[in-house]
């Protein structure tokens, strides 16, 4: 069976500091990878996808990029952390068009 | 353009009596729906789908939706809650292509 891991679970980090947070996904190969944000009180906001290996889809300009090092590897990065990064940062796969599975969460607090 | 409303942001039932979520969308196609919970400080687990196939669709936890094309719903229902299913559930609608849309939430309360 498919599982996806995200680590850390909890993050503090002060402002302008890097960040990279990693999801890999077990039991599938070539995934659709999603990073979505889930600010306090809002739905998903989904900041990038992939659908293979080096390919990369942003969909809001931001602070944030994203990196597919790998087939079942989605990486979230930011060279300068602000105080509106603070989230819920969810990772996501699915096989092509189809439902998509959420990882365990990346709570990220910038102080 | 696709989009999703969630109707209520809160519902508030007692432990034992009906649950009943409401759910919006508007699309220009035939489109796939889903139903997520999310406890606190977790992920999102998939409830159930709908992707054109029967309309009553059964989920996990004894929860079941209707797609009712007419009235462009997709109503979530459980015939009795239990304290367990206090959470937050998110309505979505898929886009062509697989990217999603997400209702803005709907926190349900359970009281004993």
């Known amino acids: 069976s498919q599982t996806i891991h995200q680590w850390p679970a909890t993050l503090v980090q002060p402002v302008g500091s890097p960040l990279s947070l990693e999801c890999t996904v077990e039991g599938t190969s070539n995934p659709n990878l999603y990073w979505y944000r889930q600010a306090a009180g809002r739905g998903l906001q989904l900041l990038f996808y992939s659908v293979g290996i080096g390919q990369i889809s942003s969909e809001v300009p931001q602070n944030l990029s994203a990196s597919r090092p790998q087939d079942r590897q989605f990486i979230l990065s930011s060279k300068k952390l602000l105080l509106s990064d603070s989230g819920f940062y969810l990772c996501?796969?699915?096989?092509?068009?189809?439902?998509?599975?959420f990882g365990p969460g990346t709570r990220l607090l910038v102080l | 353009a696709q989009s999703v409303t969630q109707l209520d942001s809160h519902v508030s039932v007692s432990e034992g009596t009906p649950v009943l979520l409401r759910c919006n969308y508007s699309s220009s196609y035939s489109p796939s729906l889903f139903w997520y919970v999310q406890h606190p400080n977790k992920g999102l687990q998939l409830l159930l789908k709908?992707?054109?196939?029967?309309?009553l669709v059964k989920g996990i936890n004894g929860f079941e939706a209707e797609f009712k094309k007419s009235e462009t719903s997709f109503h979530l229902t459980k015939p009795s809650a239990h304290m367990s299913d206090a959470a937050e559930y998110f309505c979505v609608v898929s886009l062509q292509g697989g990217k999603l849309i997400f209702g803005q939430g709907t926190e349900l309360s359970v009281k004993p």
């Open positions: 709908y992707t054109s196939a029967a309309t």
């Open positions: 996501a796969w699915s096989s092509v068009r189809e439902t998509q599975y």
